[in-house]
């Protein structure tokens, strides 16, 4: 019997659970046993398939591991502590001053470890970082979650360039038709509409440099992105504050590799970005329902002149109601949704999201540059009557003969980047230099943005000093610009204002305010020629000063180092004609 019952395959179970019921007893034993050793059959497969996976998933992990710590072997840094690198130096210290110091040691390509499989090198030779930040094309996670756990998933702020390649050409594309097109790139309502904010809140004495930028900011932003709607938008204010509040926490949150659903801030946070959302699609819909208006009217006065002229309908040529709206809202072409997955409004929120917080962030240092340095405004403004004395009523060549006003901003840029760091990475090979240095595959690349952009070997002595005639040349024969004196140095500013040239700053790897290479910023040119409108419009009507206790106060001086010089002071709007 035992030798008819013996094997567990598949087939004698079949067998043996269909057999006739004559051996009956016999058999319910039988099958108990044989279905009891199948089911430890089965599971002992299972488990010793589970064993084998995990086991090549770790050789895997360790080989990976080998390859990596072999391969950075040949970077220069500091040696690492213990298993988990440098995270705890890091942690305790401000990552650009570490880094500061291991350049200083190390030289300029450093490696530090985040982790036993996290490495992060950073570069700081000007002749690296031009082919680093082209040929490493993708970003590390960190970014792209910042974002879309705020706002859910866009193609244009993630880390892989595959995925943001298309609505980047697309950005740019807009933005470069705007600029083209229009005779200003800020409305000037949005513009007046700032400035008016300026005297909304010079009611009070005194306002805080940062506050007033971040208003400034948010709209200009908010008419670019959303047109006349945004200015009659009564949600504006609260929608600031919740985009200022989201951004806040943004990177904390994401810095979580899941998402910590166990902490109530975490919850509170996503009640926020989901309040930002509902106010993004309020303002979409106005702005839709402003769009068929506008193009209502144009119909209706289309028709009129029809009516008027006695034309037959057929002869005008017919306007199309949907392109006039998609042309009048910039919104359109952020808002249609390639990717299935994509949150409907996440790219908008992205740009209002990153254009608030880095425009903000320019605003501020220049306001806080101008107000230290009371000559360079009144010569600004020499510029600004010259220009408005002149018949040129073209904005944007208006803007192109302030080069003055131009390098003030490039220069404030320079001094206060943004974010500390530009951060990229090749996730699928690695970057190997022509200097012969190789980078490992899913290594986190960063150029340390103040250390470069206040270098003294490519800067000069005053590296560290507000000084906008570094980037400005005199044309030695009146108007042949092909013969320039740099003004760069420390008597710069002694010229006559009338013959400066601007040197063009895009060509200098060590001015990254912006990026450079495949990753670099879509809005840069947009956003250097907005805000010299802005300015300008500003300057013709206040003089930026210091409130009067930290006029006096040693720290805000012009002479002092730049870094000292943040834009965290009380400033004063004072009326021109006043
Ligand atoms: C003063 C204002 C701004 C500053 C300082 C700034 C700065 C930057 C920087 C440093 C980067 C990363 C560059 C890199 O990794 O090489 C960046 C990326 C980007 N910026 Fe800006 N930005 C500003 C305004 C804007 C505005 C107004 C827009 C859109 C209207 C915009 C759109 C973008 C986009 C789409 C990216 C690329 C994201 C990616 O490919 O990952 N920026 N910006």
């Known amino acids: 019997m035992s030798s008819k019952c013996d094997g567990t395959t598949p087939l004698n179970i079949i067998v043996i659970l269909f057999r006739s019921e004559s051996s009956h007893n ?37 080989v990976e591991l080998f390859r990596l710590w072999s391969k950075a072997k040949q970077l220069p840094g500091p040696p690492s502590p213990s298993f988990c690198g440098h995270s705890k130096a890091i942690s305790r210290r401000n990552l650009t001053d570490l880094l500061y110091d291991s350049h200083k040691r190390y030289g300029p390509v450093v490696k530090l470890w985040l982790g036993p499989m996290q490495l992060l090198v950073s570069v700081k030779e000007p002749a690296l970082l031009k082919e680093i930040l082209v040929k490493a094309e993708d970003k590390l996670l ?26 980047r050409r697309w950005l740019a594309e807009k933005l470069d ?5 229009r005779a200003d790139v800020f409305p000037a309502k949005a513009v007046d509409c700032s400035v008016g904010r300026v005297q909304d809140i010079m009611i009070e004495e005194s306002v805080d440099c940062n506050k007033v930028s971040q208003h400034l900011a948010f709209t200009l932003l908010g008419c670019t992105l959303f047109g006349d709607a945004f200015l009659g938008w009564s949600k504006a204010t609260i929608y600031e ?9 943004a990177s904390f949150w994401a810095s979580y590799r899941v998402a910590p659903f166990w902490k109530q801030g975490f919850w509170r946070y996503q009640r926020l970005c989901m309040k930002l959302k509902c106010l993004t699609q309020d303002i979409v819909q106005q702005c839709r329902k402003h769009c068929k208006l506008s193009s209502r009217s144009q119909n209706q006065n289309l028709q009129n002149e029809i009516k008027s002229t006695g034309v037959e309908a057929e002869f005008v040529i017919p306007r199309c109601p949907a392109t006039e709206m998609r042309n009048s809202c910039f919104f359109y072409g952020l808002h249609d949704q390639v990717n299935p997955n994509e949150e409907p409004i996440g790219n908008i929120m992205g740009v209002m999201f990153h254009g608030c917080l880095t ?39 208006n803007i192109d003969n302030m080069p003055l006003l131009l390098a003030t901003i490039y220069e404030s840029a320079r001094l206060l980047p943004a974010g500390p760091l530009l951060q990229r990475c090749s996730l699928k090979q690695d970057l190997v230099l022509q200097t012969g240095i190789t980078i490992p595959a899913g290594t986190l690349v960063v150029v340390p943005l103040k250390l470069v952009q206040m270098e003294s070997s490519s800067w000069g002595s005053d590296a560290d000093k507000f000084n906008p005639y570094r980037f400005l040349s005199v044309a030695c024969n009146g108007a042949d610009t092909s013969q320039r ?26 001015f990254l305010p912006f990026g450079f290479g495949a990753r670099s910023c879509v809005g840069r040119k947009f956003i250097i020629q907005g805000v010299a409108t802005l300015f300008a419009s500003l300057l013709a009507n206040y003089e930026i000063k210091l409130q009067s206790e930290s006029k006096n106060d040693s720290k805000l ?10 834009p965290n002071s009380k400033i004063v709007f004072a009326r021109r004609n006043s």
């Open 26 to 62: 016999c058999i319910s034993e039988e099958k108990s046993r044989i279905l009891g050793d199948f089911v430890t059959r089965e599971v002992n497969a299972f488990l010793w398939f589970s064993l084998i996976a995990i086991t090549v998933v770790l050789i895997g992990k360790v």
């Open 177 to 181: 038709e705007i600029l083209f097109q």
């Open 557 to 566: 001086s012009s002479n002092t180092s730049a870094s000292q010089m943040l």
């Open 485 to 510: 004196t740099s003004l760069a140095g420390e008597n710069a500013g002694d010229e006559g204002e009338s013959s400066f040239v601007l040197n063009d700053p895009t060509g200098n790897v060590a």
């Open 359 to 397: 425009t903000a962030n320019l605003i501020a240092s220049i306001l806080g540059r101008l107000a230290t340095n009371p000559e360079i405004q009144e010569k600004i403004n020499s510029e600004l009557n010259i220009v408005q004395q002149g018949s040129v009523k073209d904005h944007q060549k």
């Open 142 to 167: 960190l970014t792209g979650r910042a974002f879309r756990l705020a706002f859910g998933r866009s193609s244009l702020f993630t880390s892989s360039f595959e995925k943001v390649q298309n609505r």
């Open 241 to 249: 504050e919740l985009l200022m509040m989201v951004a806040k926490d």
